[in-house]
């Protein structure tokens, strides 16, 4: 994580961090990208996508997106030569809740540690874990302690994985109303951090990767003691194969 927010930040990207329970990191607020990054048949496809979404999100996520993308190029917005695919039809009631669940989806998407939206995607899990209400929501919760959670690695640390944000809960929740991930049981080698929440377990994953350990490559996940952005504790257990009778 450390190094795609050292990337971000090496290519003049602002990113702001906040302490406390609700704290995170996330790019400036009011930011416009550089269009230069985009040419312009670029610009037209990703806005034409973004007033299509538009017609049935009910919100005003894609008019801002809009409106940051298309920032001193008005040329990108005006006439009526742009296609657009109009979903505020009669459909409209039944498309909404399916384009927010794809827009959920994305965000809770497979990554891989060589991928260089990892960051975006595990920080986005974070952001909407706490900022849309889904920890408060949790029935039953255990403790106070978060958990990141990395399982269904197809292979080994250079594959594909998925990462969820979870609370240990004492029941199960009903069919639908929450995601359910059960820890297997197991060995497991544990790892505790202290230090910085975001740049010290990036530095502890990045030493155990290079570790020669019998992983199992099932299960994998964080426990996060408190939540505290700069003097955090968090402790890491790494599944690991049985030994051999």
């Known amino acids: 994580?450390?190094?795609?927010?050292?990337?971000?930040?090496?290519?003049?990207?602002?990113?702001?961090?906040?302490?406390?329970h609700n704290g995170g990191i996330s790019i400036m607020e009011n930011y416009k990208i550089d269009k230069t990054l985009l040419s312009t048949s670029?610009?037209?496809?990703?806005?034409?996508?973004?007033?299509?979404?538009?017609?049935?999100?009910?919100?005003?996520?894609y008019a801002q997106l809009m409106e940051k993308l298309s920032a001193g190029a008005?040329?990108?917005?005006?006439?009526?030569?742009?296609?657009?695919?109009?979903?505020?039809?009669?459909?409209?009631e039944s498309l909404t809740p399916k384009i927010e669940l794809i827009h959920s989806a994305i965000r809770a998407a497979r990554t891989n540690n060589a991928s260089p939206d990892m960051g975006a995607v595990i920080g986005g899990l974070w952001n909407r874990f706490?900022?849309?209400?889904?920890?408060?929501?949790?029935?039953?919760?255990?403790?106070e302690k978060a958990l990141g959670i990395y399982t269904d690695y197809e292979d080994d640390e250079k594959s594909d994985y998925t990462v969820l944000v979870a609370h240990?809960?004492?029941?199960?929740?009903?069919?639908?109303?929450?995601?359910?991930?059960?820890?297997?049981a197991g060995r497991y080698a544990k790892f505790v951090?202290?230090?910085?929440?975001?740049?010290?377990?990036?530095?502890?994953?990045?030493?155990?990767?290079?570790?020669?350990?019998?992983?199992?490559?099932?299960?994998d996940?964080?426990?996060?003691?408190?939540?505290?952005?700069?003097?955090?504790?968090?402790?890491?257990?790494?599944?690991?194969?049985?030994?051999?009778?």
Not at 5 to 19: F, H, K, N, R, S
Not at 168 to 184: L, M
Not at 194 to 212: F, H, S, T
């Open 130 to 143: 706490y900022r849309e209400g889904i920890y408060a929501s949790i029935p039953g919760k255990k403790s």
């Open 42 to 61: 670029d610009l037209q496809a990703v806005l034409a996508g973004l007033r299509s979404l538009d017609s049935v999100s009910g919100t005003s996520r």
């Open 221 to 245: 996940f964080e426990e996060y003691q408190n939540d505290s952005m700069e003097h955090a504790e968090i402790h890491i257990y790494i599944g690991l194969k049985n030994l051999p009778v």
């Open 168 to 184: 240990e809960a004492s029941r199960v929740p009903q069919a639908g109303e929450y995601t359910v991930c059960k820890i297997p």
């Open 74 to 92: 008005s040329n990108m917005l005006s006439g009526d030569t742009h296609i657009l695919i109009d979903l505020s039809s009669r459909y409209k």
């Open 193 to 219: 951090v202290r230090g910085d929440m975001v740049q010290a377990v990036a530095a502890a994953w990045q030493e155990i990767w290079k570790m020669d350990l019998p992983r199992t490559f099932q299960c």
């Open 1 to 20: 994580m450390k190094l795609d927010i050292d990337a971000l930040c090496m290519a003049g990207i602002p990113i702001v961090t906040e302490q406390g």
